[in-house]
């Protein structure tokens, strides 16, 4: 099940993060997120087993961040709540964003499998665990062809 993220979420939402994540959001970045974006997680057995923050801007919006709990990735379960996140965006975005780091090929995998190509790079972008730094390649989703949106209220 998919569904808006709420304050009862924040640990098990926080928890996740620290688990797969080198340089993790506080608890304090989930909570503003509650209010300030449109935040989902996605529950297996009534348990919170990742989560999926997208920013509204006008009329695009940004992947801000997302995660599945490492026990349970590989399982369609991220592309199963970016796609759900997407559709409940109420701004109906004509093209929708991201940036991810260049050595994450599961989530660039993931990114083009639900409709996203790259368009640019910032090099030296992330840091790195180890006081390096990394690129970022920057993705975009272009929504403005994507046959649900005709019905969307
Ligand atoms: C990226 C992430 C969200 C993917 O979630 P997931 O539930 O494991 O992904 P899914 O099982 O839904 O896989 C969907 C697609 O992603 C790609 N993918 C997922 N894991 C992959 C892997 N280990 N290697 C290659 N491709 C992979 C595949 O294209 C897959 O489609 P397929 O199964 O038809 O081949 C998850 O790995 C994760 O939480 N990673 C850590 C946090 C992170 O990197 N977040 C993104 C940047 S903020």
Sequence with gaps: MIRLMQKADLSAVSQIENLVQT????????????????STVIEQQGEVVGFCILQ???DEANLLLMAIHPQQQGKGLGYQLLDQSMALLKNNPLQ????????????????????????DMRR???????????????????CSDDFSQLFKS
């Excluded at 340089?23 to 974006?37: G, V």
């Excluded at 660039?108 to 790259?118: M, R, T, V, W």
């Design 23 to 38: 340089h993790p959001w506080t608890l304090k970045q989930f909570e503003e997120s509650i209010n300030s974006y449109q």
């Design 56 to 58: 509204p801007v006008l």
């Design 96 to 119: 929708i964003f991201l940036e991810v780091r260049e050595s994450n090929l599961s989530a660039i995998a993931l990114y083009e499998k639900s409709g996203f190509h790259q368009i």
């Design 124 to 142: 030296n972008y992330y840091p790195k665990a180890d006081g390096g730094k990394e690129h970022a390649i920057i993705m975009v989703k272009s």
